[in-house]
């Protein structure tokens, strides 16, 4: 098979969970269906995290976390207990795929990859994704491209506000949303000379957290409700914009259809400073937080909201669908209280209790607690102490202060049904040929190198997965 002119697409759905489109709703997706009876899929077992970012950029450049030195949504700032910076597309320093095949002389298109904001050079057209700050920024390279963008689509939007109690608004901003991407991807697909074509869609991670609850009665939250079928309904419509985008296609043209995690019912929040504070390990002046911020309740509030007493405080954490705890060392934050010298025994000290922590009934947690050395070959940027999965990531881990409890009922940031699960979707379908439905494990670090060997191109040595078998 002669792959030199072979071009790719690359389907991208956050957080599309393999029980639901391999299993639960299969009958109901024609058309993943087919690509999957007619290609190869599987799992695809995501990286540490398993969050959107470093998820998306971990897969677009075949390279760890760690390396990357992403390890979230967000990360200290020289290691201030306060000063916090969000990821950009300038805070990856490796090469991404498209950069590769752009390097051939090949044009790309890349459309909503976290973190692309802001937009950078590539061999050929970029929209940018969730991170942007608003469509009054400049969201597109080449920059007249935002005009084509908005004669197509209007005004875009890169994200939604999900967890409110407005489910209708909710539902209605996401389909909103998600019309104007296609209408984007597929005005793309029809006008432009690409030979590479990849896109996120972030409405169906949005769709999850909003509405799990309703469909899945096993949820301790699950109620009957007019909103029953909206994941589904969710996914079918997702299915039927793959549909088009197929007829809009050749047989030259290999797709993929990745998700850089899956998704499964939240059980709860578990109240990790609450617990460090209970532990000893965190000093809080007066015991509780002083005032709401960043939406909490009142009395609720970050660790950096709250007078913290941080020449005692041995220990704190970050939250979110896995914890981020970090050691307070002396001589590397500024009022450490830890020494060096007591640095390993502190650590592992703390993971052997977050791994003894038990659930609201007594019942036994299944937690993994990991040292970041322990996952990376090398650990850039500002990771965390420690890395916790509560749970196997079915307890999201809520940060906030100020709560009488250790077990929440859902997210502490609002209304939030779903967490992150270990393994997205992986499918793979070339029209030209039938690889037989072949169900394959794939881990995320093999899409990159997949592409590449697809396109008949190199895979450079600084990509840790491998080509997927066969194709």
């Not at 908005?150 to 939007?157: I, M, N």
Request: charged share 30%.
């Amino acid at each position: 098979m002669e792959y030199k002119e072979r071009k790719v697409l690359v389907v991208g759905l956050d957080s599309a969970a393999p029980d639901l489109v391999f299993d639960r709703f299969k009958d109901e997706l024609p058309n993943l269906k087919l690509m999957a009876e007619e290609g190869v899929y599987g799992r695809l077992r995501s990286c540490h995290p398993p969050i959107t970012i470093p998820a998306w950029i971990t897969m677009a450049t075949g390279v760890n976390p760690g390396k990357l030195g992403l390890y979230g949504f967000r990360h200290r700032k020289n290691n201030s207990y306060t000063e916090i910076s969000l990821p950009t597309s300038r805070s990856v320093k490796e090469r991404r795929v498209w950069d590769y095949i752009g390097d051939a002389g090949r044009k790309v298109c890349v459309v909503g990859v976290p973190p692309s904001y802001p937009p950078q050079r590539v061999n050929g057209w970029m929209v940018s994704c969730m991170m942007t700050p608003s469509a009054k920024s400049q969201y597109t390279y080449p920059r007249g491209l935002r005009d084509e963008v908005e004669r197509v689509a209007g005004e875009y939007v890169f994200d939604v506000a999900f967890r409110k109690e407005d489910r209708e608004g909710v539902l209605r901003d996401i389909y909103d949303m998600t019309e104007k991407h296609f209408k984007v991807v597929e005005y793309l697909i029809a006008e432009k000379p690409w030979s590479f074509f990849m896109f996120v869609e972030i409405g169906l991670d949005r769709i999850q957290h909003a509405f799990w609850r309703f469909f899945d009665e096993e949820h301790h939250l699950y109620e009957p409700s007019k909103f029953k079928n909206v994941v589904k309904d969710y996914y079918k419509y997702l299915d039927e914009k793959i549909g088009r985008i197929l007829s809009m296609i050749d047989d030259d043209t290999a797709v993929l259809v990745v998700s850089d995690h899956g998704a499964k019912r939240m059980k709860g929040a578990f109240c990790v400073n609450e617990w460090l504070i209970r532990e000893g390990y965190l000093k809080v002046k007066g015991g509780k937080a002083t005032r709401g911020v960043n939406d909490c309740e009142p009395g609720v509030a970050e660790p950096e909201e709250v007078d913290v007493d941080w020449e005692h405080t041995k220990a704190w954490a970050w939250g979110g669908y896995y914890a981020r705890v970090f050691i307070n060392l002396r001589g590397r934050e500024e009022k450490g209280a830890v020494k060096p010298s007591d640095y390993d025994r502190v650590r592992d000290e703390l993971a052997e209790k977050l791994k003894g922590i038990r659930g609201p009934r007594g019942e036994k947690w299944n937690t993994s607690v990991y040292k970041p050395e322990e996952l990376y070959p090398v650990c850039n940027g500002s990771p965390p102490d420690l890395i916790v999965y509560f749970d196997d990531l079915s307890w999201r881990s809520a940060g906030t202060i100020g709560h009488k409890t250790l077990y929440l009922a859902e997210n502490d940031r609002g209304p939030d049904d779903a967490v992150h699960d270990y393994d997205g979707v992986f499918i793979l379908y070339d029209p030209r040929r039938s690889l037989g439905g072949r169900r394959v494990a794939v881990d995320i670090l093999d899409v990159a190198p997949t592409i590449l060997k697809l396109m008949g191109l190199p895979v450079p040595a600084t990509m840790e997965g491998r080509p997927v078998e066969g194709v």
